[in-house]
């Protein structure tokens, strides 16, 4: 099937997970994920009616960054973990970072923001998994708290809500206690009232699972390979 009849398909799915959990499909943001996908996909998704895309790595988004500039009321997302020397740059190609998880990535990235004039949406991703292999915030962990309560000294970044990758289960129902355990942590922050911390967001759920997501309360899916294919097979 062509890119665009991925699109109308993952859209189906998404409209028949909304109603099974009773929401409108319409709070629910499709993300393409397009990392290691050339820009000739990426402007096939656009011309399906995409505009929120997903980037992991900020060098690989660099290269096609200047190929897209004319898709101007695209917005592109960083969603892989960011490394400190390259958050000059990330604050430079993306309209938001959904992957900050520490104080020092906070700190640096505003500073990078405010260089370049702009306003930063950004994402705290949890690790509800705790996987040593992934990167993320542990639940109720100091850094947690450090970020939340630091949040007023960043005028250059506009916290949404929370990210979470979940560990990965054959069984899309095996993601369902991660999902759940995010929601529930973002429900104790809203319920906090903190200054300058948006809770409106939760990015979670995948092309295997995120129907689940969905059902527990996900506002935007990162689709990859349900809508572009294998990766290195556009």
Same mark, same amino acid.
């Given at each position: 099937m062509s890119i665009a009849e991925n699109i109308?398909?993952?859209?189906?799915?998404?409209?028949?997970?909304?109603?099974?959990?009773?929401?409108?499909?319409?709070?629910?943001?499709?993300?393409?994920? !397009?990392?290691?996908? =050339?820009?000739?996909?990426?402007? *096939?998704?656009?011309?399906? +009616?995409l505009r929120v895309f997903g980037e992991n790595r900020v060098q690989?988004?660099?290269?096609?960054?200047?190929?897209?500039?004319?898709?101007?009321?695209?917005?592109?997302?960083?969603?892989g973990h960011l490394q400190t020397n390259k958050a000059a740059k990330a604050a430079e190609l993306f309209d938001a970072v959904d992957s900050i998880?520490?104080?020092?990535m906070a700190e640096k990235l505003n500073g990078f923001a405010e260089g370049a004039g702009k306003t930063l949406s950004v994402l705290i991703e949890i690790n509800v998994g705790g996987e040593q292999a992934k !990167?993320?915030?542990? =639940?109720?962990s100091d850094e947690? *708290?450090?970020?939340?309560? +630091?949040?007023?000294?960043?005028a250059n970044l506009k916290i949404q809500g929370l990210m979470t990758v979940p560990p990965y289960t054959e069984d899309p129902e095996g993601s369902r206690p991660y999902f759940r355990q995010l929601r529930q942590i973002r429900d104790f922050i809203a319920a906090c009232?903190?200054?300058?911390?948006?809770?409106?967001?939760?990015?979670?759920?995948?092309?295997?699972?995120?129907e689940v997501a969905i059902e527990e309360g996900a506002t935007c899916v990162r689709v990859g390979t349900a809508i572009f294919g294998e990766r290195g097979k556009p």
């Open positions: 109308a398909q993952v859209r189906n799915r998404i409209a028949a997970a909304a109603r099974r959990a009773g929401r409108n499909s319409d709070q629910i943001t499709l993300m393409a994920v !397009s990392k290691t996908f =050339p820009a000739e996909s990426i402007r *096939e998704a656009y011309a399906a +009616g690989e988004f660099a290269g096609k960054a200047a190929a897209l500039r004319d898709l101007s009321d695209a917005q592109w997302h960083l969603i998880d520490s104080v020092r !990167s993320g915030i542990a =639940p109720g947690l *708290e450090q970020i939340l309560q +630091g949040a007023p000294r960043w009232d903190l200054p300058q911390i948006g809770t409106s967001v939760l990015s979670m759920g995948m092309s295997h699972d995120f």
